[in-house]
């Protein structure tokens, strides 16, 4: 394995001319940068203005069982979801606010976890191996009395009440799921930061009983920190308040009023019947995302170094005909067994190990949200691999 990695270094060495440039190019973190290109063809269409005497109150809605919650931004996201079709947004569901949808996560396993008798063991949060990285991290960092992270939800085997956490389709290997575990007492989290047109076939409006959705991976206005929870049980919604006004008293009314406008300008596109009218933003962000994936796969398959997952086609309700998932991140295996992080360094390509995903090292992950400038980077340097660990020379 270490002459195989030695053997790329050396061959990138004696061949600079295939590489347009020795920077370092980081995929690592799935920062949606791709997306910037459509925003700025939008113009002034998404601009807002906000004086100095606005949104100065901690309130948006006082006497909602979400104060901190801006009615616009309610109904923006119900409707986006209407328009879509990716979601149940009836008039008995709730919607909670966040920082992102990484606070709402906590605020969920706060939420699930808070009526628990105190005495007993913390609850244990499991979800499918390989997932999102992140989830290991955000429910140990407290070292919580009320939960704990339990690992891989296939090889979890501890009776009593759970928390399953799926992500769908997922982070990092884009398949889509459905729970494992299945046992009586288990609490589910669905997380859907990418069930959207662009990554993947819309086939049906989900109607989980705590749905996850991120402005972050919806749009790619992550900077903007906003992210939103659909929920069933008024309870349930009612904690992850309490846990939202503890930990920040609510969320920046400038994002919510930003995300609302944003949110309405994609579904007024998206309705727009005008035989002329422009591609929406879905369509672009699901051509796009087919082009790279078309790039990547073939750059793949060339070196014969690597494989990708491969995905069933789906008929899309929204683009309404049958589309490839084309999802946010490129799960990569080595096929010699390699550690695959490291030898994609020895390319100045940062990814993310299979280890941070609960498996092994001869799995990594790559975003494909990266600007263009650097995923045509990563496809020269993928293609400079060529035969090279074959070869052995
Ligand atoms: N869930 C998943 C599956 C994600 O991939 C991410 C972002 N990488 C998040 C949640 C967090 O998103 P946010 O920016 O809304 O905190």
Request: proline fraction near 4%; charge should be negative; hydrophobic fraction near 35%.
């Amino acid at each position: 394995a270490v002459s195989a990695t030695k053997s790329v270094v050396t061959s990138a060495k004696k061949a600079p001319t295939t590489l347009s440039s020795d920077r370092v190019i980081n995929f690592a973190r799935g920062d949606p940068t791709m997306y910037e290109s459509y925003w700025r063809q939008m113009g002034e269409k998404c601009t807002i203005v906000i004086s100095g005497h606005n949104l100065m109150s901690y309130f948006s809605n006082a006497g909602h069982f979400c104060w901190f919650l801006m009615p616009e931004l309610d109904r923006a996201i119900r409707r986006l979801h209407c328009v879509v079709g990716n979601a149940v947004v009836d008039d008995d569901r709730y919607i909670v606010v966040g920082n992102g949808s990484t606070q709402l996560f906590q605020a969920v396993l706060y939420a699930l976890s808070s009526s628990y008798d105190p005495d007993t063991e913390p609850l244990s949060v499991v979800a499918a191996a390989p997932f999102y990285s992140s989830y290991p991290e955000e429910t140990d960092f407290l070292r919580s009395g009320l939960y704990k992270w339990a690992g891989d939800a296939y090889s979890f085997d501890k009776d009593g009440a759970y928390i399953e956490v799926v992500t769908s389709p997922n982070n990092p290997d884009g398949a889509i799921r459905e729970a494992v575990v299945n046992r009586d007492g288990g609490k589910l989290i669905h997380d859907l930061a990418y069930y959207w047109p662009q990554y993947t076939p819309i086939t049906g409006k989900a109607d989980n009983d705590i749905m996850l959705f991120t402005f972050s991976k919806a749009t790619g206005h992550a900077g903007s920190r906003i992210g939103w929870a659909i929920v069933k049980d008024i309870e349930v919604a009612t904690k992850m308040v309490k846990f939202m006004e503890l930990s920040s008293i609510g969320v920046s009314k400038e994002s919510q009023l930003r995300a609302a406008k944003i949110l309405e300008v994609i579904s007024d596109d998206c309705q727009n019947s005008a035989p002329d009218k422009e591609e929406n933003f879905f369509e672009y962000g699901h051509r796009l995302m087919s082009d790279r994936w078309e790039k990547l796969r073939e750059v793949v398959k060339r070196n014969g170094v690597f494989s990708l997952p491969k995905y069933p086609q789906d008929y899309c309700n929204f683009i309404g005909k049958y589309t490839d998932p084309s999802p946010a991140f490129a799960w990569l295996k080595s096929k010699d067994g390699l550690n695959c992080d490291n030898l994609l360094r020895e390319l100045k390509i940062v990814t993310r190990g299979g280890t941070n995903f609960g498996v092994d090292s001869n799995y990594t992950r790559i975003s494909m949200l990266s600007p263009d400038e650097d995923f045509n980077l990563l496809l020269e340097r993928l293609s400079a691999i060529k035969g090279t660990i074959i070869n052995g020379n």
